[in-house]
């Protein structure tokens, strides 16, 4: 029995459980029906918007609260929050650091940011993410250890990081991963830009790496307009990454002395009144976002040819962007289907280009990447929206 | 005749200008006496405060408007504004770019963004800003013409730009230095960061470098809480400024691909909203600011030993933080008067520290500094705020 793959099958689906009325369904719109304009407003009327403010303070402990993590920095954007992360773990210039090629260009981008090289991992299908088995035998083959870290026998450079990113909210095996930085002797910074409101093993992301970065860009599961953070459980780092995200300015009641060449990545205290509000609705978010996809299980169950992909078994997942699986043998249908769903209103997008095939990065080492050729012709997302939930 | 130095006699003047009833004047407040509420709740209410929404666009239209350059592009402050300005003058890693000794610290680390390294120019006591003069002297002396540009012969390095700052808002004598840049192959960049609002020869500054950057910092002219803007009369460059703060994604209405190692450094919609009600009210503030420079120069015109800045004579300055400059022969009192001061409620501070002389920096090259020198022991910025003009 073979199946067959019917556009027209899955865009009743995504009417089914969007409910489409009006002539278009975004892929994830932000939702502001808690206290936003109340602190907003506050900043406006004090005329506390910018540097000076409660709500920094106030968001950086929310989000600590929340995550579990003991200290969180915020900053002006999710991109800087991994480009410090990858700093403060000592990525230094002509270090390589491992990245899954299928992953946002800001991962890579970051690390040109140090003067490092991205070095392309493959992605496992369990997870969307970095596959820590396929890892572990490419560095026993490519690997040496030196007495400053692990080298690549290859380039000769020093391989001082990973950075895994947990897809559309879906963690990667970490106790895994652990257990390869462990003993390669490799950093672990996680980026979980996406992951906001996902557990691993019933621990919220983000608290495994020695750093690790979250985003509030409009399209998150919550925002600050513009915003990220920078989380870390290791109490020196902490005051560093708040010391080099304000520029590094010694302090004192006046005078300027600055010990660190910094950065102006804090964020503006009116983008974080923003963000408490949102936070106070992020665990309703996410209770909606897990019922959306059950939702979208079901109708999909009815579809043949495609599947929503659903969670890790250890995972409890954020489901961030819901991710719809094409089979691999419908795979070169995936154009049509995105042009199809785009005019019919609903906002669909396919996954990121990987990293190894832009041009910037087409030359940067990497392994096999079977996994990620496979996932990126045929992933494509659907509209994701909280309030889509019923 | 030798003159005395009372700080009773300041404080009193300082008292007089400010009217203070309150226990605390502060250095620079915002006000948020226009549009600001407005726009601001309409992002909130349509869900546009991050990366799309109508406001950036009217942001950069209307700073472009107000300073007569051709293309502005929001960003995410001021910092990131220099960084790219040097980057798409061609700044490339190993090059020397000049920049005052007397500069806030972002000038110095946006250069260092690049990869390239700081090279300190003296300052001059008319414009507070890089005396062009001297500059050419110096660069008589210490560089030659190649093929691809300026060298400097002790370092071997390329001098690829100079980064000229209004200091405080008051211009640079920006013909004698475009006529320097000419002969010598130098690229010219305008840190504009405190000068929104500043003339020279009647055209707003920021015009005259192939890119400019302007800051919207809390504490300057007119803030978005944190943000900046790029400035350019080139239409290309006004076009990769957009395309690579916006990471740098070709065009394409679903799909990913980019074409530069780009940047996260879009000023948020949510930013820019407040920023156009913020540029509705600039020139009042700018009337506001000189006429409080006017009150400030006329109460130390009765005190010993002290005299408010004025502009330079070819310049209409925004006088965004008002300087009163000790005699040399007091410079010694300094700390004595901004203790005095500070405990006094009256919020003021000293000028940055040299560059120079900043741990990061000490080792750059650098030509005699003495006028920084000078003016660094005798600067004192005071209350600043518009609201303080009658
Ligand atoms: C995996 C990943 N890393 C980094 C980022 C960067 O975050 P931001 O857009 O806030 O700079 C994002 C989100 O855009 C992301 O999805
Ligand atoms: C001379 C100068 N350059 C650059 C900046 C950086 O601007 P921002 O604070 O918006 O990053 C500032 C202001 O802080 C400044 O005064």
């Given amino acids: 029995m073979t199946t067959t793959f019917r556009i027209q099958a899955i865009l009743e689906a995504l009417q089914k459980v969007t409910s489409k009325q009006e002539h278009f369904v975004p892929l994830h719109e932000p939702s502001f029906q808690g206290n936003e304009w109340l602190y907003v407003k506050e900043c406006i009327d004090t005329g506390w918007v910018s540097s000076v403010g409660k709500y920094v303070n106030k968001f950086e402990e929310m989000l600590a609260d929340y995550t579990g993590v003991k200290h969180a920095i915020a900053v002006v954007n999710g991109t800087a929050a991994v480009h410090v992360c990858l700093k403060l773990a000592g990525v230094e210039p002509n270090d390589e650091v491992l990245v899954p090629a299928l992953t946002f260009i800001a991962s890579a981008n970051a690390i040109s940011y140090c003067g490092a090289i991205p070095h392309f991992v493959d992605s496992s299908y369990e997870t969307l993410g970095l596959d820590p088995v396929k890892l572990d035998h490419y560095l026993m083959e490519i690997s040496v250890q030196r007495k400053d870290g692990c080298y690549n ?58 750093l690790s970065a979250v985003s509030f860009n409009g399209n998150k599961v919550v925002t600050t307009g513009g915003g990220g953070a920078i989380l870390t459980n290791n109490d020196e780092l902490g005051k560093m990454a708040k010391h080099i995200t304000t520029t590094a300015k010694k302090p004192h009641p006046w005078a300027f002395d600055h010990d660190h060449i910094g950065f102006n990545y804090r964020m503006p205290n009116l983008n974080a009144a923003l963000g408490c509000a949102q936070l106070e609705m992020l665990s309703k978010f996410i209770e909606q976002k897990r019922t959306l996809a059950n939702m979208y299980a079901n109708a999909f169950l009815q579809v043949d040819g495609v599947k929503l992909f659903m969670e890790p078994s250890f995972a409890k997942s954020n489901y961030w962007l819901q991710v719809l699986m094409l089979e691999e043998q419908f795979a070169s249908e995936k154009e049509k289907l995105l042009k199809a769903a785009n005019e019919a209103g609903f906002m669909t997008r396919p996954v990121w280009k990987p990293l190894h095939e832009i041009s910037m990065y087409q030359n940067c080492p990497k392994m096999n990447l079977d996994v990620v050729g496979s996932l990126a012709r045929r992933i494509i997302n659907i509209p994701s929206s909280p309030g889509l939930a019923r």
Same sequence: chains 1, 2.
């Fill in 153 to 210: 026998k290859i380039t000769g450079r020093r391989i001082k990081a990973v950075l895994p990113m947990h897809t559309f909210g879906h963690p990667v095996d970490m106790d895994a991963l652990l257990e390869i930085c462990d003993r390669y002797k490799i950093e672990l910074v996680e980026d979980a830009a996406e992951s906001l409101g996902s557990y691993y093993k019933g621990r919220h992301t983000g608290n495994w790496g020695k």
